[in-house]
């Protein structure tokens, strides 16, 4: 996968995490290191329900953003709806193609699919996609699969549900197997981004609308104390022409020399350590050896008043500058640009936020 296009950042090898970004020149508190589209991005919501799938699901199909009163439904299954005709037309021709579109129809009245659990129907939607992107863009496909991920048992029973039900929905020549659609899956698993429902200080609870991939950004590997963070403008009404609202934007938190390691935080930062531990390992399969954890694995269950109690561990100071303390958010904070590394901006609600430190 090629780096060529920002000169900011190196693959490398890294020990003990495969690949990884290293910073190829010294980089600056606020400054965007990379800024991708979506090779893939599907909806979160169940393909079955009986509810009218505007109010279930009241999101652009296609960008995602909060859909007017005046929806467009789509003319040929009339179950996704768009915001706009703009939106429509491009969905037409990538992500809601006339193949995708008969493939969910059917899915939506599939009895077996019905009886499986929620999350093997947002699956489906996924393998939809990804059947599509083998269709549309062979070097979408290429540079998918190139991604870290391997099947395990639970992926490959998946699989073969799956293909059996969506291929035959697929023209011959797509040519995709099962083996290839346990790859697809285990590959979504790993490396998909969830974009999240806007933030609301009074609930509910932060949940997920849709999955995206993005094959550069999925280079990067996970620190608790992170020293870059994502960025999303999903739902933001003044973006410029040159960018889409489904972008994914990195963007460092704190200075960076040249030659280092360059890692987000899979989740938010303000986590426990027995989540982080969890998640680490029944989600991306390792047992981070971050500095924050060497040091929060010897902490008692009962984190929270060890927090208190070192205030002056680095780590501590770190959370304490960085978590958005706005209710019900949680967000990460990192310098709203290069420019002005003392206002903060947070990656969850928006809020911008002086740093006095
Ligand atoms: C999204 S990929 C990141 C890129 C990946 N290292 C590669 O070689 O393509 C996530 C995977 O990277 C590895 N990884 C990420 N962060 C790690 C860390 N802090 N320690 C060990 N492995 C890590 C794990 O195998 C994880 O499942």
């Not at 490398?12 to 400054?31: E, N, P, R, T």
């Not at 493939?103 to 093997?120: F, I, T």
């Not at 561990?313 to 590394?341: E, M, Q, S, W």
Request: aromatic content about 10%; glycine content about 4%.
């Amino acid at each position: 996968m090629a780096f060529s296009s920002s000169s900011l950042l190196r693959l490398d090898h890294i020990a003990g995490k495969g690949k990884g970004l290293v910073a190829a020149q010294s980089l600056k508190a606020g400054q965007v290191i990379l800024r991708e589209s979506p090779l893939i991005i599907y909806s979160s919501s169940p393909l079955i329900s009986t509810s009218s799938p505007s109010s279930l699901f009241p999101y652009c199909d296609h960008c995602f953003r909060t859909l007017p009163t005046n929806t467009i439904p789509c003319p040929s299954c009339s179950y996704h709806h768009f915001c706009s005709h703009k939106c429509f037309s491009t969905a037409f021709n990538t992500f809601h193609s006339s193949l995708v579109c008969h493939a969910l129809s059917h899915l939506k009245d599939s009895e077996s699919l019905q009886q499986q659990p929620y999350e093997r129907q947002v699956q489906a939607r996924f393998v939809v996609a990804a059947y599509n992107l083998a269709i549309i863009s062979p070097s979408g496909i290429h540079a998918f699969l190139s991604l870290h991920g391997t099947p395990d048992d639970t992926i490959v029973e998946a699989a073969k549900f799956l293909h059996s039900l969506i291929s035959p929905l697929f023209p011959p020549s797509v040519n995709i197997s099962v083996d290839l659609t346990a790859q697809l899956l285990a590959k979504d698993r790993i490396n998909s981004f969830c974009l999240m429902n806007p933030y609301s200080p009074d609930g509910p609870q932060r949940s997920i609308k849709a999955y995206a991939i993005y094959p550069k950004a999925s280079m990067f590997n996970h620190d608790c104390i992170p020293n870059a963070c994502r960025f999303d403008y999903v739902d933001s009404a003044d973006l410029d022409d040159e960018h889409n609202n489904t972008d994914m934007v990195i963007r460092m938190i704190q200075d960076l020399p040249e030659g280092r390691e360059v890692c987000i935080s899979y989740f938010r930062i303000s986590r426990d350590y027995c989540t982080r531990k969890r998640i680490l390992m029944d989600d991306y399969g390792f047992s981070c050896e971050c500095d924050r954890c060497k040091i929060e694995a010897n902490w008692p269950h009962d984190c929270q008043n060890y927090v208190e109690e070192y205030s002056d561990l680095p780590h501590v100071r770190f959370i304490a500058k960085y978590v958005c303390d706005r209710k019900n958010c949680n967000g990460t904070l990192a310098p709203k640009d290069d420019a002005h590394t003392n206002v903060l901006e947070c990656n969850f609600c928006g809020n911008l936020k002086s740093d006095t430190a």
